[in-house]
């Protein structure tokens, strides 16, 4: 860890954090993390973006990028973020986002960039790489460094990308002699065990819409019928017995975490409810949609015309306010003119 980082007792004062709108969200994306945005933002000062700009290091189509730019910020509603308590909005909104983004790659160093382990494995599976691709941690820098944000929920495909930012802040820092910028920590909530969702088909693999089987992952818009069948079809076991075994018994121990999550149970209250499999999935599969059926509904009501627009366009003055001081303080210790007000 980099030197002069602020210890792990430091309190959550400040959090960002963004998702791509890259297609549809998934039941892990919600459990795993959207749901841990809904109890943040009555803990701290949240930041939560859509960061489209982001999304275009790979290509886009653009009516499927604005329509899911849309859908993603109303996800952010349906699931139980409040815009009257955090700041909702979209990145390309603030354009202090592009212009920090710039400030950062000049601030980091060819080398930091080329040990990002993700751009090697996406460059791997990319039909085309751009260099916004392999300079993407800079702008992550800037999304979260604008804010001075304290704390940053991360999964374990972003730790190296939080760990750069921090380095970047705790040098920059040094070089105006100055604790200028926050050095944001790692916020990793706390978790029953096997908190991560894993794909419903192959339960070695985190569950992602990206998977070229549909009955590997659930999305939060799928309708009951269609997770019934999923949850029916879901890789188990030969055994019959309903234990967590996260070695022995992936499939299994995915589907008891699954329903813990849904319904607040423990791992061990599960598994001494149940002699073998066929209750068990239908319980899952009832846990879960209980638990869309909520945010599918608000999600359609947010589907009127102009309340999403509202709502992120009221976000983008609040992120603008915020971040705008810690831009014009960036530049001032760079040494650059000041745009005057004529």
Known sequence: MAENAPSKSTPIRRVFSGIQPSGKLTLGNYLGAMRNFVKL???????????DLHALTVPQDPKELYQNTLDLARLYVAAGIDPNVATIFVQSHNPDHAQMGWLMEVSSYFGEMSRMTQFKDKARKAEVVTTGLFTY????????????????PVGEDQKQ????????????????????FTVPEP??????????????????????KSASDPNSYILLSDPPDVIRKKIKRAVTDMDREVRYDEKNKPGISNLMVILSLCTGQSLDEIAGKYDGYGQFKKDVAEAVVATLEPIQKRFKELSEPGIIEEILAKGAEKAEAASRPTLKGFMERLGMVPRRTL
Do not use: W
């Open 187 to 208: 916020y990793i909530p706390p978790q029953k065990a096997g908190g991560r969702i894993m794909s419903l088909q192959d339960p070695t693999s985190k569950m992602s």
């Open 41 to 51: 933002q009555h803990q701290a000062e949240c930041y939560f973006c859509v960061v």
């Open 137 to 152: 941690p800079a702008l992550m820098a800037a999304d979260i460094l604008l804010y001075q944000a304290t704390h940053v």
């Open 161 to 180: 990308h939080l760990e750069l930012t921090r380095d970047i802040a705790i040098r920059l820092n040094r070089r105006f002699q100055e604790e200028f």
